[in-house]
């Protein structure tokens, strides 16, 4: 059943393929390309041997076993920032990587008279550096063990799919405390190609990390929302942190007695870049794909789940827009929240647009058509009531999704109600006496983290734009159909009944009611027992009470499918394995996974031809000089000088800024080193084309790719526009400033310029 | 002093050269391309024998001395519509233009329940063809006189600067009144290189053109505003008139008894189109350009005139939609004014941004030092003086502008307005003996327009825009300053100076009051004296009256200015032309002209190259359902039926829809055809891409493309779309329709689409 079960298997010539190759063989081609320059494929480390024929053929130098090692450079060099992607590129444990994936700490960091998300930063030396915050993370993969004969004696054992995801929950806490005891570690369960196999992944927790240096938002955020998601782009998305540990070398939470790691790896930097064709490889953690999904699936993503987020995302925008034009804390307190959505809303429409326009849904319908057919051919009855129960699982998922979807929304966006919720939960689980018992996100291991984001919810909390929303999501939920209502938000309305506007009044007397504004009741409240909070009348935890039975409902739901999924999922999988003949690489989930390809353009729509390289001479046309094209004078001063430096392409006649590849990335993957044939870092992945949306679902080797910023335009301007040359001396380049004797002082305030 | 005197400078080999060469020899290139691959150069037809080699070299086969023949096929089959461009295609007089150009006669022939613009026109016979309507025109160009000596004793022989001017008004009247004697001829006298030199043009003037076929404007109009000046393009912009004469062959008022007029020449269609860099020339009547003019001029057009006038337009547009939206009816009357003035505010913005961006002010202040220096080397005193006396002329009128402008605008925009003071200029010009002495577009050859013009006034007229309108320029002009007040607007507006928007009051005053609605009024106030309109107390009338003094002191003051630029601009020219080196083309001045190039794609911004021609898929690909990128679906059908068909490219693996230029065009050119090697036509010249816009004052060899209807897309259009089978056939063109039995009946109505 495990795809990856013979070695023989492992050992044969592997293709990129997904589900391009499967229709290929299945029914007709969907896509015609080159297979070495396409850059499908997500590959797990330890499926690099298998595909070393083609790594060879791109271009790859370092060994592919060697590229395997995840002790070795230059997979040992790279990192999570859960959610996010890194590097590190010095042995004093410098970090790098997007300016966008630091939003939240240069956030953290800022406030009306100092931002330096806006400003950017450069720490004068080590002392000066800032503490990113206590959610700030390191993940350095360390170990990755194959578990599935464990999970499956669990999930074959079960009597109903209920218990049957139970008795998984529990195994994967037994493996992954087993993992975790004794060190500085953080363990998951990471299932592979839908629950065929089960990975256990240990990584090394590094819990303080330092800001060293960002560029400013005219830089880092170059194009902003409006370049999101497009080529051509130029934009300096790149930051560096630095990881801290203890004096002892083993990580610990923040302290100033803290003492910079030192990576048993680091990247080099290779100073000369890229240029069109040459091959490149991504290694990152890209965060999720739907690729194995069935054609009812991505249907229902198509006409319903996905049209009715970007309504719900837009109406959210523009409540978070007009608050934010009212008042600059509430700019700077919800701008993460507001870029998060913007761009959730940009890749939803690419999805929806992309899944439609490539006509992928009535594809996939022909290929399950030819799935049974060749079941029905062999008379394999078992596989075909396999399918056919998990279309029935999966319609009964469909049935509860606008429920549930509207719930977690409300529960993710009201900032308050989402940390009342995590605090009556946390009060529940932690009544129970085996931590084993305890849901996963609730567990001792989990605690810590809790109260931090307790501690630090004001931050990015703003109250008049909390209540609003929380007034738009219940009249939200006054719509749902009858069959399907929130009894908690009927009830809440029903008492407001006799208001203008019920809603309103309702989210008034909840969060103007509450006493968990500020760290010092939330804590209070995170220390709490049950019974306390079962006998509060604070209106916030009340709502979070009532909404609790409808949680632990939708959970249980939830987890029935799952667990009816762990069974039948594998089977759809084998049989696509089956019809395909050739090597498979699993959807993204979070875990450590390398890409290949080559830097190349693109044809875009008719009579456009999209060329792979941008330059600063492109910058200097598209400069509006105003948001989101403003750039600071200081790095148009640079390009004007024109200044001979170690980073110009004489090819394209300038330096050059951003570049794309074929490669195969997602969210998650931003941040992620770009390494060249030698597995020097020449760049850092930041974004996909417009193209690049769909291919969460559905990979268009044709037009789907990715964009990095040029290792060039990262040292050019850490060298001539901000003068962060201790840095750059760390990571091993020597600085090459000429014109002025002394850098320019940094951070620059510079005028408030609004973003639109 | 005429730069063409000399006939071995004429025959010396040229080159387009404009401002690019001009700078190139004085002072530095401004552009660096291939002189034989751009297109520069909209030259006379004379011009052509001395530019045959450079003709050649681009790939013309027919012998350039046969193209400069106004009467031989190609241009023998040029025409003017007056403000577009087109050309004969069939024996029968068939005239093939834009459907952008047709777009007056279109709305003149719908109403709310027929929209012959929205939804296409096919007329089934000749009986069927509808009458374009009193203001449609055919012009061809017949003759060119070289008039410069009687211009230049005309000219040479005042006392001062207003009467040269009216020595030159009355010389060019002579010469007009004597060239059009006893014939259907319309003729004017053409300045040419600024005054240097002097042409008498002579054309046939047919009066009875008839619309034929048009397709919608789902078709037409694809794109509508949104593509407008952009590329990639996707428009069948394409109508096709029919010029009528009376039974004796003459040109006669329209009537029916008028029989299809029978050119000497008409175009043979080159139904096998062109490729990426073939040949092509275009042969029309460009409007204006500006490529001669001082520094100081193009500095007050990017600092003042235009940013003012594109403020003015986007308030006017404002106005025009929000007047659209609520009415049908207004909707249709509206829509000429409306698509005019949206072009032409992106056309103003395009001009700014194109000086703005080019830094071509600061070369023509090089330009203007290096001609002066050289002046002052040889010592010409005489010409150093001209020069300056130039720039204190044009000084002089930039102080007089904003008022100028801002009345001109009125006049133009306020539809009624602009009728009663032509009446009333119309009564006084009337009452002089001598008609030579009468202003031009005043004298006994312009009546019968002027009064078909207020016959058709109500086709086009919405009077609450009108008023709204009105209003608007009320208040801008309240907004003049002290020194440049409009008299006649001050003493209304006191009057309801107690109002709460006295300008509102004072147009609703003017324009409900006025009985001058409806043609009956406005022909019987065409036939009153000048004392019986100086004595009526019609509220428009006096306001007409009233403004007639200002109107009068504008006319002398920009007389005066003239009179002065005729001598002082030759000057100029001549000192151009020395430092040139080579030989000029005339800016562009509504004369028939030939501009030759290839078809040539661009390197657009950073990063992203334009490949020339566009096909089927890509609209296909374009296509949104949705104005204005709403196909009619038959379109779609015949796109996706995907039969083969004779204009299929296979190169391009799909029919060639639009395609890319190096050629030199400008407003007026609209409808031009465009010819191959052979003098074939290929395709019909209706857009230029962006930087296109800014070449009226300075051409940018390397990114300036002009933008062509592919002549494949018009063929297929007519064949497998809208059935027009007899049109073709009537081209010498061999319907290819196969599936169908009939033709879709046609037109044929469709929803309504709104355009935003």
Known sequence: MAVHSSP?????????????????????PLFLADPVVAGEGMWLPEQLPAVSEDLRAAGLTVDADRLADLEAPPLGAIVSLGGCSAAFVSGDGLVLTNHHCAEGALTLNSSAEENLWRDGFLAANRTDERWAGPGSRVFVTTESTDVSEAMFAARDGAADD????????????????????????????????????????????????????????????????????????????????????GPDG????????????????????????????????????????????????????????????????????????????EDDEARVRLNSMRFGLANFEKYSRGILDGITSSGAVA???????????????????????????????IE????????????????????????????????????????????????????????????????????VADQRLLAYWMAQAALLPETARIEAVDALLERFAGEDDPAEAAAHHVLSGTALTGPEARIEAFEASRASLAASDDPLIALARDLSSLEQE??????????????????????LQESAGT??????????????GQVRGYDGPDAVTYRPQTTLAGLLEKERGEAPFASPPQLL?????????????????????????????????????????????????????????????????????SIHVDVRYMLWVMDRVDGAHHVLREMGVEPSFISAPEPAPVPTRRGRRGRR
């Open 250 to 325: 083993v990580p610990a939470p923040h302290h100033e007695d803290n003492v910079p790691y030192r990576p048993a790896h680091h990247l080099e930097i290779g100073t000369a870049g890229v240029s069109e064709g040459d091959f490149v490889m991504v290694a990152g953690y890209p965060g999720r794909t739907f690729r194995y999904r069935t054609a009812d699936e991505m249907r229902f993503a198509r006409d319903v789940s996905t049209p009715w987020q970007i309504e719900r995302m837009q109406d959210v925008l523009a409540i978070l827009d007009a608050r934010m034009d």
């Open 637 to 705: 001063d640079a390009i004007r000088a024109a200044e001979p430096s170690p980073w110009h392409c004489d090819a394209l006649g300038s330096v050059p800024v951003n570049f794309l590849s074929t490669l195969d990335t997602t969210g998650g993957n931003s941040g992620s080193a770009t390494l060249d044939r030698n597995g020097r870092l020449v760049g850092l992945l930041f974004d996909g084309n417009y193209e690049a949306m769909a291919s969460d679902w559905v990979f268009d080797p044709v037009r789907t790719r």
């Open 554 to 575: 939708i959970l249980e739901r939830s987890r029935a499918r799952a667990g009816a999924e762990s069974r039948l999922r594998p089977v759809f999988m084998s049989v």
């Open 363 to 393: 594809r996939s319908v022909s290929r399950e058509q030819a799935m049974r057919e060749a079941l029905r051919a062999t008379a394999d009855a078992r596989a075909l009531e396999a399918l056919d129960e998990l279309a029935a699982v």
């Open 583 to 596: 090597e498979l690489y699993p959807d993204a989930n979070g875990t450590l996974r390398v890409t290949f």
């Open 8 to 28: 023989s298997r492992l050992q044969r010539r592997a293709r990129p393929v997904g589900l391009v190759a499967l229709v290929a063989c299945a029914v007709a």
């Open 396 to 463: 009964r998922g469909q049935a509860d999704d606008q429920r549930e979807r509207l719930f977690s929304w409300m529960r993710w966006n009201v900032r308050m109600l989402g940390a009342a919720g995590t605090l009556w939960r946390l009060s529940g689980e932690r009544d129970k006496a085996d931590d084993l018992e305890r849901d996963a996100g609730f567990q001792e291991r989990d605690w810590p983290r809790i109260r931090e984001r307790m501690e630090r919810l004001d931050r990015s909390l703003d109250a």
């Open 162 to 245: 209920l218990s049957r995801w139970e008795a998984m929950d529990r195994q994967e806490k037994a493996l992954v405390a087993e993992c975790e005891e004794g060190g500085p570690w953080r363990c998951r369960v990471a299932p592979m190609f839908n629950g065929t196999r089960y990975l256990l992944i240990r990584q090394l927790e590094i819990e303080d990390v330092r800001i060293v240096y960002a560029p400013s938002e005219g830089i880092g955020f170059y194009g902003g929302d409006e370049d999101n998601w497009r080529w051509p782009r130029h934009t300096g998305d790149f930051t560096v942190f630095r990881a801290y540990v």
